[in-house]
């Protein structure tokens, strides 16, 4: 076998070839006592010099140190076998190595044993593997939290859309609250208006049925007669107030109206019917106005009917001597029509108008001339349809009771 001092006569320049290449696991450098490098490898130049400057850096070599090493200088031979460790701007670096000296020059040898390197290298595999999977966990676990976002995401819009509803049935309870006591209110106001309504009429019947009663032998038969046409006056005023109840029950009971257009001529016609006895009876005067098409609106023909009825005989009641009233109707605004009663009565006081259609709450202390319970029921008839009541009124001259009802698209 060749000596090694053989082959290096005669390889030479490939080994020098290989030693020179930067990737080689070999490091070597020449380096004099003044620091000074006299010849390195690309091996050694990848431990020992700056990347950005070009310049070697003898302070890399941390154990043993650059100065250790010159602390031995005064041996020759080989000063140093073991670890040669270099720190590096990104990573340390332990390499197996000598260090000779020969004058003043000192020849670094080191080496990457291939063993440590197959053992640097399964670390680093492990540390890769280990590296997916926690990689693998992390998606799992980002995936787990965007679901359980996703799940809270939903949560809190399934609260809030809760939070509505809640606040929602919360403001209708309050609105029912409200509603429920003004109802009640208004109930034992009405409780007091009607019963004294009704007193009046049931103690005139009362009155001449107890003188009947005591002293029917006695009486001429003409004043019989009177005291009986009394007594179905009364009858007759307590059933209307009855009717008027009735009236009131179903504006209040009807959750669905039948609403349809109405021929409002007819209507006003049906109710100017019922009433011949009354308009005999008080020589009125009842004039249509015809000039022009009424308009055709929507409404309920059995209420707009007792409307017409209340309107006419409240004419005739507070009406001049004897009463003349006329009935009309106008468009109002392209979307309503205006529907009114005029009489010549003595006219309403302006600071009293307002009080006309008073809820029952006031009627229980306010009442105007008569007017009072039929025309509360009137406006709230008149607001259940879409529609407004009116009255205009000046002393002296007479007053005009109106309401008002959306335009029907027919016709």
């Known amino acids: 076998m060749n000596s090694a001092h053989d082959v290096l006569s005669v390889w030479s320049s490939e080994i020098i070839q290989f030693i020179d290449n930067q990737e080689a696991a070999a490091a070597v ?51 140093y076998t073991g670890w040669l460790t270099f720190d590096g701007p ?31 290298n399964q670390q680093i595999v492990a540390l890769n593997n280990e590296m997916t999977n926690l990689q693998h966990e992390l998606a799992r676990k980002n995936a787990a939290l ?19 509803e809640r606040r929602r049935i919360e403001e209708q309870l309050r609105q029912s609250n409200q509603e429920l006591q003004a109802h009640n209110e208004e109930l034992d106001a009405f ?35 009177r005291i009986l046409d009394a007594i179905v006056a009364g009858s007759q005023q307590m059933s209307n107030i009855i009717n008027e109840l009735l009236l009131l029950a179903d504006t ?63 004419a005739m009641k507070y009406g001049g001597k004897p009463p003349r009233i006329e009935v009309g109707a106008t468009l109002k605004d392209d979307n309503a029509g205006y529907f009114w009663v005029r009489d010549n009565g003595a006219g309403i006081d302006p600071e009293k108008q307002p009080l006309l259609f008073a809820p029952f709450t006031q009627l229980n202390s306010i009442k105007v001339d008569g007017h009072g319970l039929g025309l509360s ?17 000046e002393v002296g001259q007479g007053s005009q009771f109106g309401f008002v009802l959306p335009i029907s698209a027919v016709g």
Do not use: C
């Not at 009362?206 to 009947?212: D, I, K, N, Q, S």
């Not at 020589?283 to 009825?309: C, T």
């Not at 406006?379 to 009124?393: F, N």
């Open 191 to 225: 409780a007091h208006t009607v019963a004294h309504d009704l007193k009046n009429p049931l103690g005139v019947i009362l009155g001449y049925a107890a003188m009947l009663q005591d002293s029917l032998e006695t009486m001429s038969p003409d004043f019989v007669y």
């Open 29 to 79: 450098g020449l380096i004099d006592t003044q620091g000074r490098v006299i010849y390195s490898n690309g091996g050694m130049q990848n431990l020992l010099r700056d990347e950005t400057t070009g310049k070697f850096q003898l302070e890399r070599l941390s154990s043993p140190t650059w100065q250790t090493l010159l602390s031995l200088t005064n041996h020759h031979g080989r000063l």
């Open 90 to 120: 990104a990573a340390r670096r332990s390499l197996r190595g000598e260090v000779w000296q020969r004058n003043d020059q000192l020849l670094i040898l080191a080496s990457y044993n291939v063993e440590d390197l197959m053992r640097v």
């Open 252 to 314: 209040r009971t009807l959750d669905k109206i039948d609403v349809k257009p109405l021929d409002m001529e007819q209507v006003a016609g049906k109710a100017l019917l019922r009433l011949q006895k009354m308009i005999a009876d008080y020589d009125a005067q009842v004039v249509f106005h015809h000039s022009d098409p009424w308009p055709n609106v929507l409404g309920y023909a059995p209420w707009i009917e007792e409307v017409w009825v209340n309107y006419l005989s409240n």
């Open 377 to 393: 029921i009137v406006k709230r008839i008149v607001h259940r349809l879409g529609g407004a009541v009116v009255v205009q009124s």
């Open 146 to 164: 965007i679901n359980t976002f996703d799940q809270l995401s939903t949560i809190n819009q399934q609260l809030e859309q809760e939070a509505v």
